[in-house]
T-cell receptor
Framework: QKEVEQDPGPLSVPEGAIVSLNCTYS??????FMWYRQYSRKGPELLMY????GNKEDGRFTAQVDKSSKYISLFIRDSQPSDSATYLC???????????FGQGTELSVKP | DTAVSQTPKYLVTQMGNDKSIKCEQN?????MYWYKQDSKKFLKIMFS???????INETVPNRFSPKSPDKAHLNLHINSLELGDSAVYFC??????????FGNGTRLTVT
């Protein structure tokens, strides 16, 4: 069993929809949680970075962490075709620790 | 003024050859990484260097040898290339307590 599980999709939604992306994990020591976006033929770029449990909002993006359930989410409001990409969750236990990635969810937003 | 740059972008070579991939970062970060992304988009850490010192060395065949001549550079040399080495290799950098910044990858194809 992988340390971080993420449904690879693909996920296809119409423009303007609310998108929900999720990851589950098994290691209770994880404290730092990230979401990266990866466009085709590009490197992953950081979208959201949260520590411990709670919510964080940045524009149309909201990240949620529920450590009790070992479950993290990324919500995208008013999705746009430019949001079409692969979204990777990532997490680590301490500041200098290894960053473990989920498999990534491929999202397509149709105009 | 690319933050993390890798060369080459594409590398096509035959089995048994030896090849190198170079990485440079101009962010002033003290930690650099090599990740391998397989055909299913799964990103897995291979190596990590902090101030030119190897700190993470995952279970990677010893045909792969990283070299860090200074804090801003981390190169990856691969001996006796095999078909299974075909993947996208990403270089990344960070400060010890901050998220990773990725390059745009080197797409390696072994024929």
């Amino acid at each position: 069993q992988k340390e971080v599980e993420q449904d690879p999709g693909p996920l296809s939604v119409p423009e303007g929809a609310i998108v929900s992306l999720n990851c589950t994990y098994s290691n209770s020591a994880f404290q730092y949680f990230m979401w990266y976006r990866q466009y085709s033929r590009k490197g992953p770029e950081l979208l959201m970075y949260t520590y411990s449990s709670g919510n964080k909002e940045d524009g149309r993006f909201t990240a949620q962490v529920d450590k009790s359930s070992k479950y993290i989410s990324l919500f995208i409001r008013d999705s746009q075709p430019s949001d079409s990409a692969t979204y990777l969750c990532a997490m680590k236990g301490n500041q200098g620790g290894k960053l473990i990635f989920g498999q990534g969810t491929e999202l397509s937003v149709k105009p | 003024d690319t933050a993390v740059s890798q060369t080459p972008k594409y590398l096509v070579t035959q089995m048994g050859n030896d090849k190198s991939i170079k990485c440079e970062q101009n962010l002033g970060h003290d930690t650099m990484y090599w990740y391998k992304q397989d055909s299913k988009k799964f990103l897995k850490i291979m190596f990590s260097y902090n101030n030119k010192e190897l700190i993470i060395n995952e279970t990677v065949p010893n045909r792969f040898s990283p070299k860090s001549p200074d804090k801003a550079h981390l190169n990856l040399h691969i001996n006796s290339l095999e078909l299974g080495d075909s993947a996208v290799y990403f270089c990344a950098s960070s400060r010890a307590d901050s998220p990773l910044h990725f390059g745009n990858g080197t797409r390696l194809t072994v024929t």
